[in-house]
């Protein structure tokens, strides 16, 4: 029982702590990569301090949902933080499947956008309408790709997923499985608000789609809601990471093996950071109404990696 | 895609250090200090244009590219006064954007600076005594700095910047 | 006057469901009545499936008639037809042969069609016209003949009107005749259930009808299209096949992709909510096609669960669409509009009424910890375990199901933030949403109460599955598929995936009442300050800037286009003396239903060309008609 509970706090401790980190190891390569110094990697902890002192303004357009969201938003994602298998494959909410993490995000979508439409802005209703359409697009590639997973590990629960699919090594350079996961990375790309769906450092208000629904907001609800982007990208990527290449992520709950899950889990997020660093360098943000076509080349994707795995077995 | 990727890592980094003059070095590290103990070596800037020619908008646009760099220091550019600890208004204050001016000056959240960047955001510049311009953004909401040249060269706008937060409140 | 028939009403609908539950628990009973009806005599009979559905009439109605009393308590149409329609509905799931069921569906279809035209007239709801009920009883009747051929070719067969006997005759006729069969009756409970393309007369008439009747029509009506399919595939025409279980699974993923698409881009509240029932259905149909298809494969374990989770869905969905029928009843009420394009702001003036539609809203969206996500994760384990059928075709299907599923989903999330979104959130966008009330005590406390039943459902699945687990096993034998586990957990076919619905709901209260805590501890919560909203200084900032329905709908409308074939049309007036001056502009860009347009206009053109061309004998010649009744004679002589 205390083994749990500490567990949960150390889990929540890593994701809570490590998401800004991550953002901000992002933008400093990102900067790196166009020929500048670009800010150091901690910048996210400095940004979020600062915010946290200023007062908030807001507008008397909005309703409770507006000062709410930010607490739902951050409440979702830390939910979904405990639910996934950051450290070991018996996180602390040990019942959770992929449909339930997945949800959590949509709860978090759903009352972002109410928050958008709720300021009374043209920018506010555009983010909203657009965010919706992609989370809504993005439906069906996440569950062609749990498809896939779910038939070769033959469970939906994330643990145990992991444990299975680890337990087969030769598995990951099976064909089904890679499609799998470029589909499941597009739709982190989408989900996330990452080039090439989303600019997230752009000041054009018409070309942004998750910018936009928060510029209403200010001090610690701006705090909050920055803080659950980057949880939101740090548990994908964890999902990325060790769902399909889960090598190194401990089974048992002892300290020893608790350090070697996290190194092992920051090897694999330093590729994928990198990765996507190099990614959004190198190409340009899609026209809003491309988006669609690359969603549906996503699940087709995924429609591909579940029949090779159908048809490989 | 790749031809992109060859060509960042062949260039490599190119940002100056700040301008080797004593004083502006002085002033480069006391930079840091003043935003360390104001904003925690984080500063959210709003770039207001109150009606000018854009000479000085292309002056702060040298500021964020690879040779000067402001990011590095921890300030950064945002989309709107909400999210913003500093408005940096240039131009005379056309009589058209004074009250939105204005309307961004209370939209922005405490604590908050104002920097009038360029000689017209000081008086008017070239444009003093018109009956288009109001005259100096200072006229319109309280200014903590202004940042004379017409336009202010890029290493003169991250000396105002610090001006500004070296001034006791 | 009419207050009293709706509290008296309520009383005998809290006694149904008490019967209902009782039944639904396992007490079985049966009554007939030979003389009362013809051919076979008024029967009734309950059984764990019945008394589900009896039940479910009953909780629904006891929530919209204690609604009707605020609502329409001072208008004396329509209460009768309400306590007969009520009544109605929960003889159908009762009725054990052929001819009780009959009338009990026709005195509901009957009852129904007077509420529908009723509403239609009413002066509030003046925007439908009587042509919604027409189209709703020419469907219903449509559905009704296909059931009726269905029944009575049955009947023939085995010989006897009653269902009991079906049940045992069924296996010895061959697969074809009861295919044949069950199409016809496929067909007809599939128009009362509004699965496309048979849905035509849903957003027409369940819009037109008052708030509290909508309700009842789209939470327990159509579902008795649902326990209809469910009796017909399981009970009279067992053993099922897998041809039935493929067309339902299809029809059903149709139903769900296609109403959620017309719900995203409609800017009429109540017709937006019609459209989602449709889609749920789609959702309540692939369920119960999965359930056919695995009972029929030999995998009764993986159908019982299937069975399970379209009940469980059919049962949310009554919970939380007669909900949002409430709510937009309120709206209704309240401001005299349901066009979003007209509301706005309605979160200030109507706190109570915002507050029930943002549940049902977050249940509708499948959306956790609340009951929707609850059902529709159920039902997607029951697809993703498809695998076990070793059937490449089969897959192909289970998978298309899936991700049209996970389309609705989507979509659904996207519909119902545009339903709450833009009615009660932000500026009014008239005078009417202005000045707009808030409803009266006995609709928030129907409201309040049905709010409850909603979250209850959710926490108390570890209840509701075994009990709905145990309704299903009368009509599949099968070991039950869902276990308890620890802290109140589900566990769905041993360990292929786990829910504790308890637990979630837990972690997001903490979850969001932690950094709440943290900060308040913290001291680091200055009191916000008021100012207006962002609209980059511009000096005057109106509804007229805010996002529309339309606008929001936009995204959906470009993507799909293929589906809604939008014909926009702008016109722009341009002032007479110079052409640099524009007077007006108007912009339209309606979307089309594309089965209206291929399938009923096509249709009603071939009806009336070929009643045309048979008009002819209808000469008015009494003459010719006694030769026609001779002619008639002769031949039924020759051929008796």
Redesign the interface.
Known sequence: MTTALLLAVLQALVVALGAPLVVGTLRTLK??????????PW?PF??L??L??????????????F?ATP??L??????AA?AAPVLTSRPP???A?I??LM??F??G??FL??AG??????????G???E??V??????T???A??AL??RA????LG?IVERVSAEPLLAVNAGHLLAFVAFFIVMLAETGRLPVDNPA??L?LT?IH?AMV??????H?A?IEWASAMKLLVFLTLLANLFFPWGVPADVTAVALLLGLLALVGKLVVLVVALA?LE???AKLR??RV?ELLAGS?ALG?LS?SAV?LLR | MLRQLRLAIRTGIVTEPPPTEAEIERLGAQVAGEIRVRFGRSLAIRQVDAGSCNGCELEIGGLTGPHYDLERFGVHFVASPRHADCLLVTGPVTRNMAEALRRTWLATPDPKLVIAAGDCAGDGGIFRGSYAVVGGVREIVPVDALISGCPPSPAALLAGLLDALGRPR | MASVVYALTALLSAAVTTAGITGLLGARWSTRIEWLVPLGGFELEMDPLAGLFVALVGAVAVATSIYAVGYAGRDRRGCVAHAAFIGAMALVPLAANVMTFVLAWELMSLASYVLVLDGARAGREASASTHAAWVYAVMTHAGLACMLAGMLLLTAWTGSPRFADWGAAAPTLGAGARSLVWALLALGFAAKAGAVPLHVWLPLAHPAAPSHVSALMSAVMIKLGVYGLLRASFVWLAPAQVGWGVALLLVGALSAVAGVLYAVVDRDLKRLLAFSSIENVGIVFVGTGAAVAFAATGLPSLALLALVAALYHAVNHAAFKSLLFMAAGGVLHGTGTRDMELLGGLIKRQPWTATCFLVGAIAIAGLPPLNGFVSEWLIFQALLQNDLLSWPTMNLVFALAIAGLALAAGLAVACFVKAFGITFLALPRSDAAATAHDAAPTMRAAMLVTAAGCAALALGASWVVPALGAVGATLIAAPPPVTLGPWLTLEVSGDFATLSVPAVALALTGGVLLPIVLLAAARARPRPRRFETWSCGRLLQTARMEYTATAFADPFTRVFDFFYRPVRRLDVDLHPESRFFVRSIRYENPTRFIVDEWLYQPLGRVLRAATRHIGVIQSGSPNLYLAYVLAALLLLLLVA
Do not use: C
């Not at chain 1, 900067?31 to 150091?40: C, D, E, Q």
């Not at chain 1, 951050?74 to 939910?79: C, E, S």
């Not at chain 1, 033959?154 to 629960?157: A, H, L, Q």
């Open positions: 900067a790196r990569l166009v020929g500048r110094r670009g800010p150091v910048q400095l940004d301090r600062k946290l002192g200023k007062t908030p303004v807001v507008s008397d357009t909005t309703s409770w949902i000062r607490y739902i951050a409440g979702a994602m830390l939910v405990l909410l040990a019942f499947g449909i339930l949800s959590l949509l709860l979508t759903f956008a109410l439409l709720d300021a009374g802005s043209a920018f506010g209703g555009m909203s309408s657009r919706v359409a989370a809504a697009l993005a439906e069906p996440v569950m062609v749990v498809f779910a038939l033959n469970t939906t629960n145990a752009t000041h208000e942004m910018e510029l209403e907001y200010s001090g610690r701006l909050m190099a360098t190198a190409i809003l109404f669609p699940f429609v579940v159908v």
